[in-house]
């Protein structure tokens, strides 16, 4: 019976999710030729250039950039992997493995056809795609949720679909979580096997690139997002400080760049050799964040005064022991602020007060790499 209620759900998730296939084409069309969605959208809805993958090998699947990087420890592990993503920059992240077959993952009507046998199949964080799950339960070996959060925020939204989440969860055999809260509300959802090891992206080793060098004390506000930018630079002393700019979306740069322009003259950092000129920098380049942690006096962490973000990863600049300011908007990161001491919250009009009694910030536990890989294998 309950084979058969499977069956039946499935032929139904098939032809409602080519219904809104075929209702959005036009949508599709139409931002396939923005930048930002130029390679992802054709490989993703209409399979150009993403064939499905030869080596039956491990198989890791995120979306974006951060999700891809957070990876890497677990990638270095092995000869060979297959990783798929959904993101233009989680694509040119994941390029940089030099053991990696890259494709894009193709919009769930195409999953049947796309996906072939492989040794597991490990989902970063959130990436709860029925098709995905139910495809690779039955064509590979294992199938693994990893770094598996649920946030306090978003947490009421997903019982309000509990019962089609308690499907997809039929399809996933382990799912290791970032803390017991997380766990908790997994198992809420369905999920079996839960266990906790921690968050993956607590595991950081750097790779410094270049060796930049300040001219003053040094402010790095770090992956910005839209109103952001304006807000935090009228509370900042753009005097008696160096501050660069590193917007979260490289296609915002040009944006940035002309909001910049009310607070003074802005020098671009891809126009710099190592020594940092100007007291305000546009961060034209991706891959220069460490580089700046490196450096950096104080690091004021993005997406976490606006409220439609939840805050970014701050594991890198505590890895350099940099204090660090943050809105009080961090709800989708909270299980990594748990992780680090003496991170200053606090709203939009308090950064002058905070950058004066910051204190250096420290990880207090990594993710046991080595329990994961077991679970993987």
Known sequence: MKRSENFSFLIFYFFLAFFIYFISLPFLLFFSFKKKYK????????????????????WFHSCSLGETRALKPLIEKFSEVNISVITNTGFNEAKKYKNASVRFLPYE?????????CKSLIVMEAELWYMLF????????????????????????????????????EN??????????????LISLGAKQVEVVGNIKTYFEPKITKNYI??????????????????????????????VVVPRHP????????IMKKFGKVEKLSEMDNVLNGNLILCDKMGELVNLYKIADYVILGGSFVDNVGGHNPIE???????IISGKYHFNQNALYNEVENIEICEINEIKVKLLIAKSTKIIKKVDIQRILKEIL
């Open 214 to 243: 300040k001219t003053k004390p040094l402010i790095v506000v770090a992956s910005t997002h839209e109103n952001e930018e304006e807000m935090i630079l009228k509370n900042l002393d753009l005097k008696n400080y160096q501050v």
């Open 251 to 258: 296609e915002r740069f040009d944006e940035v760049y002309e």
């Open 317 to 323: 600049a505590a890895f350099f022991n940099r204090p």
């Open 134 to 169: 139910f495809m690779a339960k039955r064509r590979c070996k294992k199938t693994i949720l990893l770094n598996a959060r649920i946030s306090e925020k978003s947490y009421p939204k997903y019982l309000k679909f509990r019962w089609f989440y308690k499907k997809i969860f």
């Open 39 to 58: 390679n992802s959208i054709p490989a993703r809805f209409f399979f150009i250039n993403n064939p499905p993958f030869k080596n039956k090998t491990y």
């Open 109 to 117: 009507i195409f999953l049947p056809f796309w996906i072939k046998p």
């Open 172 to 185: 996933i055999d382990i799912v290791l979580a970032q803390s017991q809260e997380d766990k908790k509300r």
